[in-house]
Structure formats: C-alpha cells, structure tokens
C-alpha cells in the first residue's frame, strides 16, 4: 500500500482544501458544505471537527473523515454553531452558539459529548454581571472559547460592554468557577502557556512554573481565532514565541535551548508546528497594488527558505497538519 505523505489542511476564500508539505498536489479536501472554518484533528489523527456553513448561511458542526467524507453532524441543538473544540482525549467538545435561531437564548458557549449527549450551557453557569451597556434591558455581552484546561473543565473569555473583560475556568458540569487566564494547555493536557513580561509555563498538577525568554515576549495566544494557534509542539516539549525587536524563537518547555526562527516574518501569523519542532506553518499577509491576500508557507528552522504552499491564490487561515502514514 502506497504510503500517504504529510499534508496540510486550510481553509482559502472559505473552502477546505489541502496540500503536500512540499507545495505540491493541492486540491479541495471537501464539498460537503458551501464554506468551512476552524478544522481542528482529533486527538486520534482519524477525523477532523470543523464549523460548517449551510446554504442559508448559518452554521453546524461536522466530523469528516481524513478522505473528506462526512462522518456525520453533531446535534448542538438550537442555532448557528462554530469555534469547535475538543477536548484533550476526544470525549468532548466544546463550542460557541454565536447567532441563535430562537430569540432566548443569547450567544454563549457550550459543551456536550461527542456523542451528542449531555448538552450544557456553559456561559448560564458563570456569575452574571450587572450595568453595563444593554440592549433592551438585557447586557451586551461577548463570548470566546479559550480552550481546554483539562478533560473536564474549559476556559471562557467574556467581555461585557461598558464593565470589561474577564477569563473564567469551569468544570463541564458547571460547577467550580473561577476567574483567572491560565493560558493555553499543552498536548497531553499537563501544563499551560501564557504570554506577558516573560513567557511562563506551568505545571498543572504541581503548580511549579518555567520562564522562558525573559523580557518584552508574548506566546503569540490571544482571543477569538487566535486561539485555534498553539505554542506547542505535538509532543510538548517545545514553545513558540514572540520577543519584541527580536522576532520569533523556540525553547525547550522548561525554559532551556532558546533558538532563534531566523526566516520567520515579524508580521506573520503562526499557525503551528508540522510534525517537528524545526518545521512550522504561517501565514503572511501580502500587499501589491489594490490587491491583498494571507499566504501559506512552511518552513524549516535552519535557515532556508520558506516553502510556498498557498501564493497569491486568496485568503488562508485555520492550518492543520495532517502526519503521513
């Protein structure tokens, strides 16, 4: 059986298509629906989860299958639903129902098995503010997905016209609130990331933290799509940043081996790492005249050039790296 060679998924223009790491055989990976966003691999490498627009222009989830067949539709009940996410070993996934269908509720995030089962609103569960800017009578409230803490808990941004922001973390069920920004877990689910004066790294079961490339860095984690990028590699054991006047760098999770990426573009967006911690795929956004678009590139931390995947043939964003086999 002939063997199947790394690949990287993205979405372009809203369609769903995919490449050879190397830039070559590019073509569409799916039709089943009119446009996609958020792809996000199953922590098996067997399927993806990704936000899909109907023919009336709301949303649904989908799993599909790595040939692009669909697998099915999740239930999400009432609503157009996107920002799909699942959780560390696959069991969950948690979502945001962004413009819902029925008046009540408002948009909010939600989680259910990946079954189907056991739909919670997350957002219902978490303290409700008072004042701020309403729209009749009821607050104007925000809501994004930061992603998993654990199997069972979640991390919640929510941004209140007129009283501010605040990250929430709560158990799947509802209960054991709290209000703080963890920042974003690593693979297996053991540690979190966070941006600031350094780049810190934190032990989830022991508490014990690493500070990785002190001074003016960030991790390059932020909110809303940002968020479907993570800092780490595949295996954790490496992190992504970003070093004002200095450009992007790679270090070992427990702060050693800090490396400079020499090729990577200040104002690029990354989007991950393929595979190894010495190959990573971004997007750059390109100027000529009155025409503008993202492109994909991979590169290779040595210093060669960049491997053009995706060139002046639209808007990319939402990359996945799919492993050979």
């Known amino acids: 059986t002939a063997s199947t060679p790394d690949r990287v998924l ?16 590019e073509r569409t990976f799916s039709n089943a629906a009119t446009s996609f966003s958020h792809p996000q691999l199953s922590p098996d490498g067997e ?36 920002y799909p996410r699942l959780s560390v070993n696959g069991q969950r996934i948690a979502f945001k129902v962004a413009m819902p269908v029925i008046e009540p509720p408002p948009p909010h995030i939600a989680v259910m098995n990946r079954d189907g089962t056991g739909l919670v609103n997350l957002s219902a569960m978490l303290p409700q503010p008072t004042g701020g800017c309403t729209a009749s009578g009821t607050p104007k409230i925000t809501y994004h997905l930061m992603g998993w803490l654990s199997d069972t808990r979640v991390q919640i941004y929510r941004h209140v016209c007129g009283l501010g922001s605040a990250y929430f973390g709560i158990n799947v069920d509802g209960s054991n609130v709290t209000q703080d ?13 966070r941006g600031g004066p350094a780049v810190i790294v934190t032990n989830l079961a022991s508490g014990t933290q690493s500070v990785i490339g002190q001074g003016a860095v960030k991790d390059r984690t932020g909110i809303g799509d940002q968020t479907f990028y993570s800092p780490w590699t ?6 992504l940043f970003f070093k004002t006047g200095a450009g992007f760098a790679i270090a070992k999770a427990d702060g050693s081996g800090e490396t ?8 690029s967006t990354p ?26 590139y991979a590169l290779t931390n040595d210093g060669s050039d960049p491997v053009p995947l995706s060139v002046g043939k639209g808007n990319v964003s939402h990359v996945v790296f799919l492993s050979g086999r």
């Open 47 to 82: 399927s993806l989860i990704v936000t899909a627009f109907t023919p009336r222009w709301c949303s649904e989830i989908m799993e599909l299958a790595l040939d692009g067949s669909v697998k099915r539709t999740l239930p999400t009940g009432d609503g157009c639903v996107g």
């Open 234 to 239: 595949a295996d954790g054991s490496h992190v």
């Open 181 to 193: 920004y963890a920042g974003m877990i690593s693979p297996d689910g053991s540690r979190t990331v």
């Open 271 to 296: 989007w991950g790492f393929a595979g190894r911690h010495d190959r990573l795929l971004y997007t750059e956004w390109f100027a000529a005249g009155e025409q503008s678009v993202w492109n994909l």
């Open 260 to 267: 400079p990426v020499p090729r990577m573009p200040p104002l």
């Open 10 to 25: 993205f979405v372009r223009n809203n369609a769903l298509m995919v490449v050879n790491i190397d830039g070559t055989n």
